[in-house]
């Protein structure tokens, strides 16, 4: 059962709820990987005590880092069930803003895939990605750019809160009832653009939306023809058909950001490989639940790893 039935008190509360961070008892490595040339991302691993069951990459959303709480407590119960769980800074984040010429994007595989060749390259794959939000979107589009390619280096790709619908999901943040949240992005994303692209204040004057920021900011400097071209080319729902592994997508019908309807897509109906859990309640990237465990989601994903998409123990997971 939520602990919550309000979705923004699910949203807001899990974003304070105290979560526990493996780094207390496994010491955390940090390694920089040159993705390309003048861009650097940096990986936050932590490993279980014995032999691991399996490698996990952690992508986190929006304006996120390795730091967030969904990260640390992911990564804790991952390592708990003995995996290693690589948490993953995308460009600029993570106080690497130094480190890369680019800031990130919401369908930027390059990094991602790249860091995932490299475990293999060390053996260390097929690994799990675990995406949320905006990470979501990443994990699934490019497992979807893999199509059979995939299946060496990935075992499965989850997608919590996945905002596999970049336009619907800009559009929606930029209601009246989530403006609290776009401001917070917004202050978030024009610190981000000052830092690395050099963005001036003239640059940013008038902004007042994130579909104006990437319509301004971020489409120009990749290249794209405006928001709704970045959009269009870089949501994961483009590419949902084409993914040939595991993939579990968790969403809530509650979200504030990420519209319920974006997941009535053909390729849930149509694609063996794709399997969408939905739940009533649990907000954006929320999922807290009455008694234990209260941090339903991280405790869900890993059953659902480890029992390599079985249906039963999330059907008995009491959410």
């Known amino acids: 059962m939520p602990l919550f039935k309000n979705?923004?008190?699910?949203?807001?509360?899990?974003?304070?709820?105290?979560?526990?961070?493996?780094?207390?008892?496994?010491?955390?490595?940090?390694?920089?990987?040159?993705?390309?040339?003048?861009?650097?991302?940096?990986?936050?691993?932590?490993?279980?005590?014995?032999?691991?069951?399996?490698?996990?990459?952690?992508?986190?959303?929006?304006?996120?880092?390795?730091?967030?709480?969904?990260?640390?407590?992911?990564?804790?119960?991952?390592?708990?069930?003995?995996?290693?769980?690589?948490?993953?800074?995308?460009?600029?984040c993570g106080g690497t803003e130094r480190l890369a010429r680019t800031v990130y994007h919401g369908?930027?595989?390059?990094?991602?895939?790249?860091?995932?060749?490299?475990?293999?390259?060390?053996?260390?794959?097929?690994?799990?990605?675990?995406?949320?939000?905006?990470?979501?979107?990443?994990?699934?589009?490019?497992?979807?750019?893999?199509?059979?390619?995939?299946?060496?280096?990935?075992?499965?790709?989850?997608?919590?809160?996945a905002a596999i619908d970049l336009e619907a999901c800009a559009r929606r943040i930029g209601q009246p009832d989530d403006r609290l949240y776009e401001y917070r992005f917004l202050r978030l994303m024009r610190a981000r653009a000052r830092a690395v692209w050099r963005s001036t204040p003239a640059d940013l004057r008038g902004?007042?939306?994130?579909?104006?920021?990437?319509?301004r900011i971020t489409a120009p400097n990749f290249g794209f023809g405006g928001a709704e071209h970045y959009y269009r080319t870089q949501s994961a729902n483009r590419f949902l058909e084409r993914i040939r592994v595991p993939t579990l997508f968790i969403a809530a019908q509650d979200d504030p950001f990420i519209p319920f309807r974006i997941y009535d897509h053909p390729a849930f109906r149509q694609n063996p490989c794709l399997q969408l859990l939905a739940t009533q309640y649990g907000g954006h990237v929320g999922f807290l639940a009455k008694g234990r465990p209260c941090r339903w989601l991280d405790h869900a994903i890993m059953e659902w790893i480890t029992d390599r998409g079985t249906k039963h123990p999330l059907i008995s997971s009491g959410y």
């Not at 996120?64 to 709480?69: L, N, Q």
């Not at 979501?136 to 497992?143: D, Q, R, S, W």
């Open 7 to 92: 979705p923004h008190l699910q949203t807001i509360a899990a974003h304070f709820w105290p979560r526990p961070s493996g780094t207390r008892h496994h010491p955390v490595e940090k390694r920089l990987y040159h993705t390309e040339p003048e861009v650097q991302v940096l990986v936050e691993t932590e490993r279980p005590a014995g032999a691991p069951r399996g490698e996990i990459v952690l992508v986190h959303g929006l304006e996120g880092s390795a730091d967030a709480g969904y990260m640390h407590s992911m990564a804790a119960c991952a390592v708990a069930a003995g995996y290693t769980a690589n948490r993953l800074n995308l460009r600029s």
């Open 107 to 161: 369908g930027l595989t390059n990094d991602l895939l790249f860091v995932v060749r490299a475990l293999a390259a060390e053996g260390r794959a097929p690994v799990w990605l675990v995406g949320f939000s905006l990470g979501g979107n990443l994990v699934a589009k490019l497992a979807g750019e893999l199509g059979e390619d995939a299946r060496p280096l990935l075992a499965g790709v989850v997608a919590a809160s």
């Open 207 to 215: 902004i007042r939306s994130v579909f104006e920021m990437d319509d």
